[in-house]
């Protein structure tokens, strides 16, 4: 069955750093992915899309990557702050315009100042 | 900014009973999308809805579940007879096209307790 897996539960880092959450899927040939930051008891926001024939993508201070090969994702986060704390999630869309999203669970970030 | 909307924030119900769902997508999106989140798990998809049917269910969305545009604008999930399990927090969510992978905007969410 399909399955995705975020690498841990939770990370914690110091202000300042780099973060690196990694998304890894089997079963799965997604068409394109996302990731999205969670703060407790709200909705998903969305951060980023990579679709299948890219390998990374940029936005301010994130980074994702996209390796079908290895069916994995990474997520980087550089300069963190504590505002970045909160969980991210990665989900999978197939191919086509509505096809079901499969998200992970979720990696839960905690900056520390 | 747009926002898609959802009423009420909280919903706490007798176990059994019916419930709705109401949420309010952004106007010009064509994709509805129903969520839900168990405390502390992962976001599970339920539904999605376009041109006024489902397009896609998920093998939670049984027979107690249904999913209505009763208007231009609102977008309903209903529960015929909650249980215990149904205890959740229900994300609507709406994206304006149906190819490429644009952005689902979701819902604020609203927290279902079945007692």
């Known amino acids: 069955s399909q399955k995705i897996e975020q690498n841990s539960e939770a990370l914690n880092i110091q202000e300042g750093k780099t973060a690196t959450l990694t998304c890894n899927y089997t079963n799965y040939s997604p068409a394109y992915l996302q990731w999205y930051r969670q703060d407790p008891g709200r909705g998903p926001v969305f951060l980023l899309l990579i679709r299948e024939n890219e390998k990374e993508k940029r936005k301010e201070r994130l980074k994702v990557t996209f390796d079908t090969t290895l069916k994995q994702s990474l997520f980087h986060i550089t300069a963190s702050q504590p505002a970045d704390s909160a969980t991210y999630l990665c989900?999978?869309?197939?191919?086509?315009?509505?096809?079901?999203?499969?998200f992970g669970t979720g990696t839960k970030l905690q900056v520390i100042p | 900014e747009p926002e898609v909307t959802q009423t009420p924030s909280h919903q706490v119900t007798q176990m059994g009973q019916e419930v709705i769902l109401r949420c309010v997508p952004i106007?010009?999106?064509?994709?509805f999308y129903w969520y839900r989140q168990i405390l502390g798990q992962k976001v599970e998809f339920l539904v999605s809805?376009?041109?006024?049917?489902?397009?896609?269910k998920s093998e939670i969305f049984d027979d107690q579940f249904s999913v209505e545009r009763p208007d231009g604008s609102n977008f309903t999930l209903k529960i015929r007879s909650t249980k215990l399990e149904d205890s959740a927090m229900y994300f609507c969510?709406?994206?304006?096209?149906?190819?490429?992978?644009?952005?689902?905007?979701f819902g604020p969410g609203t927290r279902l307790l079945v007692l």
């Open positions: 969510a709406s994206r304006v096209s149906g190819t490429g992978g644009e952005t689902q905007y």
């Open positions: 989900a999978l869309f197939g191919s086509g315009g509505y096809q079901k999203v499969t």
């Open positions: 106007s010009n999106h064509l994709y």
């Open positions: 809805f376009y041109n006024n049917e489902i397009s896609e």
